[in-house]
C-alpha cells in the first residue's frame, strides 16, 4: 500500500531543533478504535473520510489506497465478529478481490482456488483476516455455550442457522453488486483477471441453484457471463434442471452436449418437465441445422424412437456425390441392425430418390419386397382373395391387363401395396438377381403366376413367359403388351397410371432409365418407354404368342383370330398357314388373309407407281441435262494409227458402244486438237439405236 504523510499545521522553532505537532493517521486511528473494539467510530471516520475524498477534483491515490485498507480492515473485524451485513456493506466500499471473500464458502467456489495463482490483499489486512477456513467455522466459534452442548442445543443450532443465512445473503448482495459495477467500469473484462470474473460468476450460479432460485440463475446465464461449462454442468446436474442445461448449451453452441442432453430426456435417463417433447426438438434442431455429419450421428439413434421421422431427416440429405455413396452403404447397414423398418425405408430411399445404381442394393430391395409378398401368402385370409382374383380375371370378360384389374378390385390394404410395388420393382429393375428370385417364386406359381411371367421375361425365356400369361393367368392384353415391348410384361403407361392411382410414383418412376450426369431425370408425370425395340424382334415375339395361342387348341381360336387380325402386319402369310390346324374353321383366317393379300397387292401396286415416277423423273433429268451436254460437244473416239485390221476392230467397237448408247466420249482432247492445228474437224455421225429403230441421225462439226 502506498503509505499517506500526515501534515503538521503547528510548528515549535527551539535553539536547537524544529519540533511539528503530527496528528494521527486515518489508518492509525482506526486501528486504534477497532483495538477497542469501536466499531461504530472506526466507520464514521472512514465515512468522513470518504467523503472528502470524493469531494476533491482529483482523486490522490495514496488517500484512495488508505481508505481502502480501512474499510478492509473494518469489514474483515465485521466478518469476525458475524456482523455479516456490515461486514458485505464495508469489504465492497473497500474494493476487496471478491474470491478472498469467496475463498470462505467452499461450497460456492468449485475447483477455482485450486488453480495457481495469488489474490493481491494489503498486508495488515492479511495478518488480521479471520483465520477460520470457513464461515462456518467462524459461525461455530461464535455460537454461545448453550447446555447441553453448542452442537446439540436447539437455540444453538437455531442461531448457527440464522447466521448461516444471513452470511449467504451478504455474499449474494457482494457478489451482485460486484457485477454491476464491473458492467460499468469494465464492460470488455480486460482490466481483471479472468479468473475473477468466472469465480464471481460461478460462485453466484451455485448459490442460486442451492437457493433453488431458477429465475436468478436463468437471468445471470443469459447476461453475459464468464461461467466454464465444466464448473456449471455439475452444478445443473445436481439440481436436475435440465431444461436450463439445455438452455446453457444452446447458448454456448454446444451442439453435441445439447443432443445428448435431449436424448437423455428423451429416453427418461433425465427427466425436467419444463422440457416438454426433447426428441421433437432434436428433430428440429437437426432439420435446421442440416449438417451430414450430425445427421447421420443421430440419425441411427433416432430410427430406435421415431422411425418415420428418423427416415424423413436421413432422406432429406442432399446430394449424389460419389463420396457419399459409401457413406450411405454403411448408414444403411447402421440403420437396418437399428431397425428392420427403418433400415427398409432408407433402403427404398437409396434406390428410388438417389437412383442408385449398385446391384447388392437393388437385390436387397428385390429380396426385401419377396420376403413381404410371401409374408403376406402365409395369412390364409390373403391367399385366398389373391387366388379369388385371379378366377374371378379368368372368367370375366374384360380386356384390362391382370395386373390393373387387381388394383382396381382388391381392397385397399397393406398387402395390395406390397404386391404392386414389388410388380413394378421387379419389371423396372435390371440389376437383383433374377435366377434367384425365380427360385423363391416357383413355389407359389399359381398365386404369382404374374411374377413369375415378369421373370422368365427378364431371363429371356419368351415361350415360357407368354405361356404363364396366356394358359395360367389368362391375360392375353399382357401377352400381347409382351410382344409389342419386346419382353416386358408391365407397360410404363400402365405403371405411371397405377402410381398416380394408388401412391406408387416412386416404383412408377423407376421405369425411367436415370438421367446422364448433369441432366434432370424426367417426372413420373411424363414417363415415356426409352427403350426401342426392332421390328424384327416384334416378329419373333408375335410367333411365339400365335404358337402359344394355337396350343390352346380350338378353345383359343377367337383369341388367336384377334391377334392375326391385330398383329397382321407381323406374321408372314406362309408361316401362319402352315401353323394353323386343318380342322381350325375358315373364319378364322379369313380376315388375317384378306387384310393381308390387300396389303400384298397394295404393296406392288404402291411398288409400281412408284418405279414409273422414278422413270419418269429420269427421262425429266435426260431431257433437261441433253442441251447442255450437246453445247459441250461429243466425246469422238478415233482411230489409233496401226494395222487396218486393228482399225477396223477399234471401228467396230466404237460403232458398238455408240449403238448401246456408252460412247466413250473426250471431246476437250479433240477440242485442244483443232486449235493447235487451226483446221476444221469433222465429228463422226452416229445412229442412235433402241429396240423400235433409229432415234436420231444427225452429224455434227466441231470447230
Known sequence: ??????????????????????????????????????????????????????????????????????????????????????????????????????????????????????????????????????????????????????????PAVELRIILKIAATDMLRAFLRKWRRKRRLDDPGGTLKPKALYESVDVALARMYT?????????????????????????????????????DLYQQRSEEGKLLDAWSRLTTGEWEDPEVEDPLSKIFTFLGEKKDRHLIQQWGVWLTKQDPDRAIKLLTSLGGRRQSHQEDDLVLLQ???????????????????????????????????????????????????????????????????????????????SESRRIRLKTILFLQASELYNVDSIRSRLQEYEKLLSLELAIIEGKLGNDRMALNILVHKLHDSSSAEAYCTLGGEVVPAKTAQSLGERFGLQQWAALFVPPAPAGKARPAASTLKRQKTVSEERKRELTRILLEVYMSGGEAMSDRTAQLLGAQAMNLDVVDVLSLI???????????????????????????????????????????????????????????????????????????????????????KSALRSAHDEGEKVRGYVVDLVSDEGILSHESSSLT
Open 581 to 667: 390346324p386343318p380342322e381350325w374353321p375358315l373364319k378364322v383366317l379369313s380376315s388375317f388373309l384378306e387384310r393381308s393379300f390387300r396389303r400384298a397387292l397394295h404393296s406392288k401396286h404402291e411398288g409400281q407407281i412408284v418405279k414409273a415416277i422414278a422413270s419418269s423423273e429420269n427421262l425429266a433429268v435426260a431431257e433437261s441435262t441433253w442441251l447442255t451436254l450437246r453445247e459441250q460437244g461429243a466425246v469422238i473416239e478415233e482411230a489409233v494409227d496401226g494395222d487396218d485390221e486393228g482399225d477396223i476392230e477399234d471401228e467396230k467397237s466404237g460403232a458398238e458402244k455408240a449403238l448401246g448408247l456408252g460412247l466413250e466420249l473426250d471431246e
Open 210 to 246: 442451492k437457493d433453488q432460485d431458477k429465475t436468478e440463475l436463468i437471468t445471470l446465464l443469459r447476461e453475459p457471463n464468464d461461467i466454464g461449462l465444466s464448473d456449471i454442468e455439475p452444478i445443473l446436474v445436481d439440481a436436475k434442471w435440465f431444461g436450463v442445461l439445455c
Open 334 to 412: 447402421q440403420i437396418q441392425e437399428s431397425d428392420p423398418s427403418a433400415g427398409a425405408q432408407y433402403l427404398e430411399h437409396l434406390v428410388f430418390q438417389k437412383r442408385s445404381q449398385n446391384p447388392t442394393l437393388h437385390m436387397q430391395l428385390a429380396t426385401l419386397y419377396v420376403d413381404q409378398l410371401l409374408s403376406c401368402l402365409e395369412e390364409e385370409s390373403i391367399s385366398k382373395l389373391w387366388r379369388a382374383k385371379a378366377a374371378s380375371y379368368s372368367s370375366s370378360q374384360t380386356t384390362s391387363p391382370f395386373l390393373s384389374y387387381f388394383a382396381s378390385t382388391t381392397p385397399e
Open 1 to 154: 500500500m502506498k503509505s499517506s504523510t500526515s501534515r503538521s499545521n503547528l510548528i515549535l522553532l527551539g535553539s536547537n531543533a524544529v519540533y511539528s505537532l503530527l496528528p494521527s493517521t486515518l489508518i492509525a486511528q482506526v486501528e486504534a478504535l477497532l483495538g477497542a473494539h469501536r466499531i461504530e467510530d472506526a466507520v464514521d471516520m472512514a465515512d468522513e473520510q470518504r467523503r472528502r475524498v470524493e469531494a476533491q477534483m482529483t482523486v490522490d491515490e495514496g488517500e484512495a489506497d488508505e481508505l481502502r485498507y480501512v474499510y478492509q480492515r473494518i469489514g474483515f473485524q465485521c466478518l469476525t465478529e458475524t456482523l455479516f451485513d456490515d461486514a458485505g456493506k464495508h469489504l465492497f466500499h473497500g474494493e476487496l478481490d471478491p474470491r478472498a471473500l469467496i475463498s470462505y464458502y467452499p461450497e460456492f467456489t468449485g475447483a477455482l482456488f485450486e488453480m495457481d495463482g495469488s489474490i493481491e490483499v494489503f498486508s495488515g489486512v492479511a495478518e488480521r483476516m479471520p483465520s477460520e477456513e470457513s464461515i462456518d467455522d467462524i459461525i461455530r466459534n461464535y455460537s454461545p455455550h448453550l447446555p447441553p452442548d453448542t452442537k446439540t442445543s436447539p
